[in-house]
């Protein structure tokens, strides 16, 4: 016949169990940020990346937005014109000048983006107002992958870090 504590420790280790299992079960979609064997997520909703035109030498910035299941980029803003920049109204629905910026509102999805950092560009990720530096989590001319991806509870905890 089992004691009280013996019950006690052994619904506490079922507990524990219970939660371990659960906690490979319980999926969220989240913002991911896959550099070199890093995962990190965020549960934000908006992001932006930033980086010097390695032609023009001026700050160009990239806005995204979640939409569902896929990266919204919204909107980009430039000093200059150049190569690639949308030019047409099909393109790009509206365009104006915002502290010395162009502003382009875009509104095309993309399932991932895949960036390749360089400190030479600066390539950085703005989260709530916080600059994380891509170029130096991941190196020079090294690979970043943005995506929104479905993660355990588990791995949210023991693999990826929030930023």
Avoid at 27 to 49: C, G, M, Q, R, V
Wanted: proline residues 3%; charged residues 25%.
């Amino acid at each position: 016949m089992m004691n009280k504590v013996s019950k006690t420790l052994l619904m506490g280790g079922t507990g524990i169990l219970v939660l371990l299992f659960l906690s490979h079960l319980i999926k969220f979609p989240l913002l991911t940020f896959e550099i070199k064997e890093h995962l990190l997520w965020s549960t934000n909703k908006h992001f932006a990346i930033k980086w010097i035109h390695s032609v023009e030498k001026e700050e160009w910035v990239e806005f995204y937005e979640i939409k569902e299941d896929a990266l919204l980029l919204t909107k980009t803003k430039f000093k200059t014109f150049g190569a690639g920049v949308p030019s047409t109204p099909k393109e790009s629905k509206q365009a104006a000048l915002i502290d010395g910026f162009v502003e382009l509102e875009i509104n095309r999805s993309f399932p991932s983006i895949q960036l390749v950092v360089s400190e030479n560009v600066k390539s950085t990720l703005i989260i709530d107002d916080k600059e994380i530096l891509l170029y130096e989590l991941a190196g020079d001319y090294e690979p970043v992958t943005i995506s929104i991806q479905t993660i355990s509870l588990w791995d949210m905890l023991l693999k990826g870090e929030c930023l």
